[in-house]
């Protein structure tokens, strides 16, 4: 697997905003975003409404997501180019979800909404009017999801990597700044876990870096490649862009997505938590 | 507002009456070019070692906030107008900043 398989720039995206078989999906947690403008033709998937269930914190099933993707007028065969805003944080979240139920052709836009908005690309507030489709989902592809009884398995035997903030790692805030930070649940890290915040793997304006770049970040960070791999962060959607740079970009093959991440773990009793800016013992 | 999501509420709103300002440090302004506010500037907390701690897009008004904790803070406004930077040393409480973008 290549980048050009699974990221595309804002310029070929505006090359084939009209090409068959060619479906943009924003996915953002704000939709008010996309009703205020977005990439012409494509239609909006809300992570939280419809990507999750609503009842039990866990993901919509597979007979769900088949009846999503009909509902959106996406088809198996389609080229599906995930775009949103947050750095793309939930547009990976949404990339790591359509590999989890085995879409073949799913793509990131690079920089997501920042990008496109930056570079003064076209926004449209037409809502396409899409066919239904009968879309056929695969079963879930757990070896891609980590659960939080892998995960304390884990701890000083894979690779843990802890997606947050600096001052999330060390407990000194529970969640991203632009959040009140009342919480439940316990502030720390995972034992063992060592702090890539998610950022270090792109750019300002929201691109992922090369290649060689994200080689390097993961390598210093103490990657140990010859270890599976799991990422997590607060809600596990930073965790998907980290996901996304170490599976699909440099291709590490067992990396997994804990989507419980902090919010489950920090709320756990009696799992070990580390403070402080180092990883800690088990 | 949703506190079991990632996203960024609305810059322009009231703060939430469940926000205790006696115990969060909010960091809030406005990006400027020139004297005219920039809407939909993207507007970057960095910490004290420069690191990415939250992202959010500036209101129509050009207003941004963060919730974050005392200490040293940088501002980075990416905007369609120019980038801009601003630090401050935040205390509990809400602590004011202006950011100014041009080319």
Redesign the interface.
């Known amino acids: 697997m290549s980048r050009e398989d699974v990221l595309v720039s804002a310029d070929w995206a505006e090359k084939n905003l009209d090409a068959d078989k060619v479906v943009f999906v924003e996915v953002?947690?704000?939709t008010?975003a996309y009703d205020g403008g977005h990439i012409p033709g494509a239609v909006k998937i809300d992570w939280?409404t419809e990507l999750q269930d609503q009842v039990r914190r866990d993901f919509i099933n597979k007979e769900q997501f088949e009846a999503l993707l009909s509902r959106k007028g996406i088809a198996n065969d389609d080229i599906v180019v995930l775009y949103g805003?947050?750095?793309n944080?939930?547009a990976a979240y949404a990339y790591w979800y359509f590999k989890l139920y085995g879409h073949d052709q799913v793509k990131l836009l690079d920089g997501g909404r920042?990008k496109w908005?930056?570079d003064?690309r076209p926004y449209s507030t037409d809502v396409p009017a899409r066919p239904a489709t009968s879309y056929t989902a695969r079963e879930q592809d757990r070896s891609i999801r980590a659960f939080r009884d892998e995960v304390v398995a884990a701890i000083s035997r894979s690779n843990l990597v802890d997606v947050r903030?600096?001052?999330e790692y060390a407990g000194?805030?529970l969640?991203?700044?632009?959040?009140?930070?009342?919480?439940a649940q316990r502030a720390g890290h995972i034992p063992t876990a060592i702090s890539v915040?998610w950022?270090k793997a792109a750019n300002?304006?929201g691109t992922f870096k090369s290649d060689d770049e994200l080689r390097r970040l993961y390598a210093e960070a103490g990657i140990d490649d010859s270890k599976s791999t799991i990422a997590y962060c607060?809600?596990g959607?930073?965790s998907s862009h980290t996901w996304f740079a170490l599976h699909e970009l440099l291709g590490h093959s067992d990396v997994r997505n804990y989507d419980g991440s902090w919010?489950e773990y920090g709320s756990l009793v009696g799992v070990p938590v580390a403070l402080g800016d180092e990883p800690g013992q088990a | 507002m949703s506190t079991d999501g990632c996203g960024a509420p609305a810059q322009d709103t009231p703060l939430p009456a469940s926000v205790d300002v006696e115990k969060e440090t909010v960091i809030t302004g406005v990006v400027r070019a020139g004297d005219a506010p920039v809407a939909g500037a993207y507007v970057r907390l960095l910490d004290a070692s420069g690191e990415f701690t939250a992202e959010v897009v500036t209101s129509q008004a050009g207003q941004f906030r963060f919730f974050a904790a005392p200490g040293t803070w940088t501002l980075r406004a990416l905007s369609r107008e120019g980038n801009g930077d601003a630090t401050l040393a935040a205390d509990r409480g809400i602590n004011q900043v202006a950011v100014t973008v041009g080319s």
């Open positions: 953002d947690e704000d008010t939280k805003g947050n750095n944080w939930f920042k908005e930056l003064g903030s600096p001052d000194r805030l969640a991203p700044a632009h959040l009140p930070q009342e919480q915040p950022s300002e304006d607060r809600i959607e930073r919010t």
